[in-house]
């Protein structure tokens, strides 16, 4: 009798599960020879050959061209008779094809489908149809769990279920049966013996064909070429010289770079057949297994499938050379915006690293052996979803970088729900073109994640820390170098930090998907308005707020021009402000401290005399370089300084009045103001009057002394009139301190001010509730006429009288009305990111009011630059600081008890005096405490209060412990180091964390 071998449907794809036929390329009856190629199919990716691996004649039925066959299905048959063109009804087939085919039993084989690239078994989780079943085509018969998800296995055929089927929880390599569909259901074999766990039936059986004009059902090859793609047009390789190789084959090496020359060959008389070809070139696994392994004492379980993949996979990886980039991202505005739109966060973030990589397509690309590179332009990014059973799944947002957001949340919503049961189809977790791994809400503070074959980069997403949240790129060097990634993560931040900007471009991108444009949508959107201005931004004053904001611009290669009424940028600040009274401050220090060099042992130091010409020269000094300094990085960074007077003369034209020359305008897109706040003199009779003549001076002017005053009248008691008593002091200037209010230092935290009023009363002369009657004299000669609360007058003669009466913002000249600009009091009424009423006009410093610090209106004209480049950021008072350089320094960070109580926080403070701090007792700089204020519900520090020697360098740790939200829990565990005052701020932690364990007893 003759012997017949079918011809099956080959798996030519991961995905493929039936082909159609395209065209036979022999005829019944033609002699084939291992290796030839009888027919093609077409695939859900390609039209192929398919290859024979039995030399013979060809034998119908051939499945007729056009049918759909399902893998592993019969498409016709090899004889070893010549003429033996069909086989008969009833004719038995015997299956001993080369490919080592499995045996089958009297029905067409349910095999484990291969349910992705990495597939190679699974576990049967369910049956869902029993034997005698009647079976539909497209019918759920079973589920089973693969290395990433527990799916569904649908049947193609219609029949009756039949046994043996392979026991719940056993293992089946894809390619094998799992039960057979019969066509009659008096045969179908629900009492046989189940598979068993090895699934390897060895016994091999007989089956009557199916009728002629269907084609035979045969198992699927085990070796199946689920790994072996000949998908694409590439021509096939030259027969090696002398040797015999299967145009499958030669299409196989052509596609896969393998050099045929030397390869062994198993087909007949040495054929190299495509096996060969793939055996030739290791997969990524083999490779990676080959790595020495270490051996482990102990009796080891087998892993289950999907912890195989996971090892198989992440072995694989091995082989990807990786290197990881860090950018911290302030997600604040994206989680907001993200709430608003409705959508979830991590929707929002894959949308936004879609955005962010239409600027960086490289970082979508992935890596293909041998020496390929694959560019995609779908953006189908895998994200990290925990399921229910702790394991991790990775579906596939697909189509992001064209889907608005509703859809992607749409999409992200059933992937979820199906991810955390691992039901998932293949397409719904193959082939992601990039992954992103969120781990922030497990609390890490950073990890990096491994990028597996197929992608080049992965996103690892840690906790919110101190500066921001960590998102991490390991990406493979072959696709990436480590520019392309920190240029994709620079643009990822500016993206995530200002959502509002592409966010409300979904719709639109969606459209623009519809009409088949590329969607260009990118972040950051400036609100700069569009216009031939002479400058997109002007801005108004030169000092800290004006000068940070023209450089952060300009940094971003923004045209920008800053006008500033005096030669040299760095305002009051610079001029008439912290620099020169700290440069005061620093020759009075001396002094002071040198009145305690006789404690520490130290004689003949005690008695320094001041060098008044020197104090001023040194001052100057340090002035003018700093000037010079600025004005010179200033133009270094191209931004166009001016000097002269700015005013407003419209919305976009700015009217200059230069020093010498005529007024010009200019005109712009947006503008900032930044023109600071004057020293405010009330009207006290004999006041104003005097400030021409330098018997009454203001923090403006007080620099114009010709020597320390010997005696110094102080009306204000505010920091600045502080600080100035402290240190004519310390020159040996005898101070008078009057304040009108009840206590002097207002605005300084509660205890920390009492401590410090009581040590300056010890020298200088301060009367609280008084009132300022008059102030006449001439310079040298000056008379402070004042009454105290009681109305009792007195009359202080002095050669000065400083008016430390504060700051106001004068704006009466900028013509603020024309443009719409409001004020709230004397200030400029703006919102947090510094924008006032004119949405194109932005205003920071001092003349917004708040606190009137250098460093903050730095920061605020940073924030403005931010806006004004698309970036939603925003000024939280909250977190600022400040210090007052009296002797000890009162310093503040955050909230203090009270301030925090009254935005509802339950506040709790800790503090300890300097006096016990083993550093302090050292130098003798025991005055003062530190107070640590946390909020009780989270262990947050809000607020650091100092009263201190050295604040201005302790302050540095409270700033970062409250804009790094640090817990109490954080700083207790930091170490610091002995012996330092920074000793204190663990222990402060640690003393507040136990007092709150204690109250929390109770
Ligand atoms: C004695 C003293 C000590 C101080 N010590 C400290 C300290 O230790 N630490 C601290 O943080 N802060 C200190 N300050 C406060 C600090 O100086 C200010 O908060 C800071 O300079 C404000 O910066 P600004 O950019 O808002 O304004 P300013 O520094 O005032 O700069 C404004 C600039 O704009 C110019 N200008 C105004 N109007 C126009 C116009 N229409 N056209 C063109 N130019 C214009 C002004 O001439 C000036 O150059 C101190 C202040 C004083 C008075």
Same mark, same amino acid.
């Given at each position: 009798?003759?012997?017949?071998?079918?011809?099956?449907?080959?798996?030519?794809?991961?995905?493929?599960?039936?082909?159609?036929?395209?065209?036979?390329?022999?005829?019944?009856?033609?002699?084939?020879?291992?290796?030839?190629?009888?027919?093609?199919?077409?695939?859900?990716?390609?039209?192929?050959?398919?290859?024979?691996?039995?030399?013979?004649?060809?034998?119908?039925?051939?499945?007729?061209?056009?049918?759909?066959?399902?893998?592993?299905?019969?498409?016709?048959?090899?004889?070893?008779?010549?003429?033996?063109?069909?086989?008969?009804?009833?004719?038995?087939?015997?299956?001993? $094809?080369?490919?080592?085919?499995?045996?089958?039993?009297?029905?067409?084989?349910?095999?484990?489908?291969?349910?992705?690239?990495?597939?190679?078994?699974?576990?049967?989780?369910?049956?869902?149809?029993?034997?005698?079943?009647?079976?539909?085509?497209?019918?759920?018969?079973?589920?089973?769990?693969?290395?990433?998800?527990?799916?569904?296995?649908?049947?193609?055929?219609?029949?009756?279920?039949?046994?043996?089927?392979?026991?719940?929880?056993?293992?089946?390599?894809?390619?094998?049966?799992?039960?057979?569909?019969?066509?009659?259901? $008096?045969?179908?074999?629900?009492?046989?013996?189940?598979?068993?766990?090895?699934?390897?039936?060895?016994?091999?059986?007989?089956?009557?064909?199916?009728?002629?004009?269907?084609?035979?059902?045969?198992?699927?090859?085990?070796?199946?070429?689920?790994?072996?793609?000949?998908?694409?047009?590439?021509?096939?390789?030259?027969?090696?010289?002398?040797?015999?190789?299967?145009?499958?084959?030669?299409?196989?090496?052509?596609?896969?770079?393998?050099?045929?020359?030397?390869?062994?060959?198993?087909?007949?008389?040495?054929?190299?057949?495509?096996?060969?070809?793939?055996?030739?070139?290791?997969?990524?696994?083999?490779?990676?297994?080959?790595?020495?392994?270490?051996?482990?004492?102990?009796?080891?379980?087998?892993?289950?499938?999907?912890?195989?993949?996971?090892?198989?996979?992440?072995?694989?990886?091995?082989?990807?050379?990786?290197?990881?980039?860090?950018?911290?991202?302030?997600?604040?505005?994206?989680?907001?915006?993200?709430?608003?739109?409705?959508?979830?966060?991590?929707?929002?973030?894959?949308?936004?690293?879609?955005?962010?990589?239409?600027?960086?397509?490289?970082?979508?690309?992935?890596?293909?052996?041998?020496?390929?590179?694959?560019?995609?332009?779908?953006?189908?990014?895998?994200?990290?979803?925990?399921?229910?059973?702790?394991?991790?799944?990775?579906?596939?947002?697909?189509?992001?970088?064209?889907?608005?957001?509703?859809?992607?949340?749409?999409?992200?919503?059933?992937?979820?729900?199906?991810?955390?049961?691992?039901?998932?189809?293949?397409?719904?977790?193959?082939?992601?073109?990039?992954?992103?791994?969120?781990?922030?809400?497990?609390?890490?503070?950073?990890?990096?994640?491994?990028?597996?074959?197929?992608?080049?980069?992965?996103?690892?997403?840690?906790?919110?820390?101190?500066?921001?949240?960590?998102?991490?790129?390991?990406?493979?060097?072959?696709?990436?170098?480590?520019?392309?990634?920190?240029?994709?993560?620079?643009?990822?931040?500016?993206?995530?930090?200002?959502?509002?900007?592409?966010?409300?471009?979904?719709?639109?991108?969606?459209?623009?998907?519809?009409?088949?444009?590329?969607?260009?949508?990118?972040?950051?959107?400036?609100?700069?308005?569009?216009?031939?201005?002479?400058?997109?931004?002007?801005?108004?004053?030169?000092?800290?707020?004006?000068?940070?904001?023209?450089?952060?611009?300009?940094?971003?290669?923004?045209?920008?021009?800053?006008?500033?009424?005096?030669?040299?940028?760095?305002?009051?600040?610079?001029?008439?402000?912290?620099?020169?009274?700290?440069?005061?401050?620093?020759?009075?220090?001396?002094?002071?401290?040198?009145?305690?060099? $006789?404690?520490?042992?130290?004689?003949?130091?005690?008695?320094?005399?001041?060098?008044?010409?020197?104090?001023?020269?040194?001052?100057?000094?340090?002035?003018?370089?700093?000037?010079?300094?600025?004005?010179?990085?200033?133009?270094?960074?191209?931004?166009?300084?001016?000097?002269?007077?700015?005013?407003?003369?419209?919305?976009?034209?700015?009217?200059?009045?230069?020093?010498?020359?005529?007024?010009?305008?200019?005109?712009?897109?947006?503008?900032?103001?930044?023109?600071?706040?004057?020293?405010?003199?009330?009207?006290?009779?004999?006041?104003?009057?005097?400030?021409?003549?330098?018997?009454?001076?203001?923090?403006?002017?007080?620099?114009?002394?010709?020597?320390?005053?010997?005696?110094?009248?102080?009306?204000?008691?505010?920091?600045?009139?502080?600080?100035?008593?402290?240190?004519?002091?310390?020159?040996?200037?005898?101070?008078?301190?009057?304040?009108?209010?009840?206590?002097?230092?207002?605005?300084?935290?509660?205890?920390?001010?009492?401590?410090?009023?009581?040590?300056?009363?010890?020298?200088?002369?301060?009367?609280?509730?008084?009132?300022?009657?008059?102030?006449?004299?001439?310079?040298?000669?000056?008379?402070?006429?004042?009454?105290?609360?009681?109305?009792?007058?007195?009359?202080?003669?002095?050669?000065?009288?400083?008016?430390?009466?504060?700051?106001?913002?004068?704006?009466?000249?900028?013509?603020?009305?024309?443009?719409?600009?409001?004020?709230?009091?004397?200030?400029?009424?703006?919102?947090?990111?510094?924008?006032?009423?004119?949405?194109?006009?932005?205003?920071?410093?001092?003349?917004?009011?708040?606190?009137?610090?250098?460093?903050?209106?730095?920061?605020?004209?940073?924030?403005?630059?931010?806006?004004?480049?698309?970036?939603?950021?925003?000024?939280?008072?909250?977190?600022?600081?400040?210090?007052?350089?009296?002797?000890?320094?009162?310093?503040?960070?955050?909230?203090?008890?009270?301030?925090?109580?009254?935005?509802?926080?339950?506040?709790?403070?800790?503090?300890?005096?300097?006096?016990?701090?083993?550093?302090?007792?050292?130098?003798?700089?025991?005055?003062?405490?530190?107070?640590?204020? $946390?909020?009780?519900?989270?262990?947050?520090?809000?607020?650091?209060?100092?009263?201190?020697?050295?604040?201005?360098?302790?302050?540095?740790?409270?700033?970062?412990?409250?804009?790094?939200?640090?817990?109490?829990?954080?700083?207790?565990?930091?170490?610091?180091?002995?012996?330092?005052?920074?000793?204190?701020?663990?222990?402060?932690?640690?003393?507040?964390?136990?007092?709150?364990?204690?109250?929390?007893?109770?």
């Amino acid at each position: 009798m003759s012997q017949h071998y079918a011809i099956t449907m080959p798996q030519l794809s991961d995905t493929m599960t039936e082909g159609v036929v395209v065209t036979w390329e022999k005829q019944p009856g033609d002699k084939v020879e291992r290796g030839d190629i009888v027919a093609t199919v077409e695939t859900d990716k390609a039209i192929m050959d398919v290859e024979v691996f039995k030399a013979g004649y060809l034998a119908g039925p051939l499945a007729d061209v056009g049918a759909t066959i399902a893998v592993g299905a019969a498409l016709g048959y090899i004889t070893d008779t010549a003429g033996d063109v069909a086989i008969a009804a009833g004719e038995v087939v015997e299956e001993q $094809a080369q490919t080592e085919m499995i045996p089958h039993h009297a029905g067409t084989p349910i095999v484990m489908p291969q349910l992705s690239d990495t597939m190679i078994e699974g576990v049967v989780v369910t049956w869902e149809k029993q034997p005698g079943d009647v079976i539909k085509r497209g019918d759920i018969v079973a589920t089973v769990e693969t290395d990433k998800a527990i799916m569904d296995v649908e049947v193609f055929q219609e029949g009756f279920l039949s046994g043996p089927i392979a026991d719940v929880g056993s293992v089946v390599e894809v390619g094998h049966p799992m039960a057979f569909i019969v066509d009659d259901v $008096a045969k179908a074999n629900d009492t046989g013996v189940t598979i068993s766990a090895d699934h390897k039936v060895k016994n091999t059986h007989k089956v009557a064909p199916p009728a002629a004009d269907k084609p035979a059902h045969i198992p699927t090859p085990k070796a199946a070429p689920a790994h072996i793609s000949a998908a694409g047009n590439v021509p096939p390789v030259a027969r090696p010289a002398g040797r015999q190789a299967s145009p499958y084959a030669r299409k196989v090496a052509a596609q896969l770079g393998v050099n045929l020359t030397g390869l062994a060959g198993t087909g007949p008389s040495g054929v190299i057949v495509a096996a060969d070809v793939a055996r030739a070139r290791p997969s990524m696994q083999e490779v990676a297994h080959s790595l020495p392994q270490v051996d482990v004492p102990g009796q080891g379980r087998a892993m289950t499938s999907m912890e195989k993949a996971v090892s198989h996979a992440m072995t694989a990886s091995l082989t990807l050379p990786t290197f990881n980039v860090t950018v911290n991202i302030d997600t604040a505005a994206l989680t907001a915006a993200a709430k608003a739109k409705k959508v979830s966060v991590t929707v929002a973030i894959a949308k936004a690293c879609s955005v962010a990589m239409a600027k960086f397509p490289r970082m979508n690309w992935a890596y293909q052996p041998v020496d390929k590179l694959v560019e995609r332009s779908n953006h189908d990014f895998g994200v990290a979803v925990m399921s229910n059973d702790g394991g991790l799944v990775v579906p596939i947002l697909h189509g992001i970088e064209k889907k608005p957001l509703e859809a992607l949340q749409n999409d992200w919503t059933g992937l979820v729900e199906r991810a955390r049961v691992r039901k998932l189809a293949p397409a719904e977790y193959s082939n992601p073109t990039f992954t992103i791994s969120n781990m922030g809400m497990l609390g890490v503070s950073h990890f990096t994640a491994i990028p597996t074959p197929g992608i080049s980069a992965i996103l690892a997403i840690a906790a919110n820390g101190p500066q921001g949240t960590p998102f991490t790129i390991t990406g493979d060097h072959r696709v990436l170098n480590g520019a392309d990634v920190a240029l994709y993560l620079a643009t990822l931040k500016q993206t995530i930090e200002a959502p509002d900007a592409w966010m409300a471009g979904g719709t639109a991108v969606a459209a623009e998907a519809v009409t088949g444009q590329a969607a260009t949508v990118s972040a950051p959107v400036s609100p700069i308005p569009e216009g031939n201005w002479d400058f997109p931004v002007v801005i108004v004053g030169g000092g800290p707020g004006g000068e940070d904001c023209a450089r952060d611009l300009a940094d971003h290669g923004i045209k920008v021009m800053m006008v500033n009424n005096e030669p040299f940028p760095g305002g009051e600040c610079l001029w008439r402000g912290c620099i020169p009274s700290k440069a005061w401050r620093a020759a009075a220090d001396v002094i002071r401290n040198r009145a305690h060099d $006789a404690e520490m042992g130290v004689d003949g130091t005690n008695a320094p005399t001041l060098n008044w010409a020197q104090v001023e020269k040194h001052r100057r000094w340090v002035q003018s370089s700093r000037g010079d300094m600025a004005l010179k990085a200033d133009k270094g960074m191209k931004i166009d300084v001016r000097e002269g007077y700015g005013e407003f003369a419209d919305a976009h034209t700015l009217k200059i009045t230069p020093v010498e020359g005529e007024p010009y305008t200019v005109s712009f897109g947006a503008a900032v103001i930044a023109t600071g706040a004057p020293a405010f003199v009330p009207p006290i009779p004999g006041a104003r009057e005097n400030l021409a003549t330098g018997g009454v001076v203001t923090s403006d002017t007080i620099w114009n002394l010709a020597t320390p005053p010997k005696k110094l009248g102080i009306v204000g008691g505010g920091v600045i009139g502080v600080e100035m008593a402290q240190i004519f002091r310390d020159f040996g200037t005898e101070v008078l301190m009057l304040e009108r209010n009840e206590r002097i230092l207002a605005e300084t935290e509660e205890e920390i001010a009492k401590q410090l009023i009581a040590l300056l009363e010890k020298e200088v002369t301060v009367l609280t509730s008084a009132s300022i009657n008059e102030v006449s004299g001439t310079p040298g000669a000056m008379k402070l006429r004042y009454a105290n609360k009681e109305g009792i007058e007195s009359v202080f003669d002095c050669d000065v009288v400083l008016m430390a009466t504060g700051k106001r913002p004068d704006t009466s000249k900028l013509n603020l009305d024309k443009i719409g600009v409001e004020l709230d009091g004397a200030a400029i009424k703006v919102n947090a990111r510094c924008q006032t009423s004119a949405p194109h006009i932005y205003a920071v410093g001092d003349v917004i009011g708040g606190y009137m610090l250098a460093h903050t209106a730095a920061t605020q004209g940073r924030v403005a630059a931010d806006n004004l480049l698309g970036h939603g950021s925003e000024y939280d008072q909250d977190k600022d600081c400040g210090v007052t350089f009296s002797r000890p320094q009162a310093g503040f960070v955050g909230l203090s008890v009270a301030q925090a109580k009254a935005k509802g926080i339950d506040a709790v403070e800790a503090k300890m005096p300097m006096s016990i701090d083993a550093k302090a007792m050292i130098t003798g700089e025991t005055e003062g405490m530190i107070k640590l204020v $946390a909020d009780k519900a989270t262990g947050r520090i809000i607020g650091v209060h100092y009263l201190a020697d050295h604040t201005d360098t302790l302050i540095g740790i409270g700033v970062m412990m409250v804009a790094g939200e640090m817990t109490l829990t954080q700083v207790a565990k930091a170490i610091f180091p002995h012996p330092t005052q920074t000793e204190l701020f663990g222990e402060l932690a640690r003393r507040l964390l136990n007092r709150l364990r204690r109250t929390a007893k109770k």
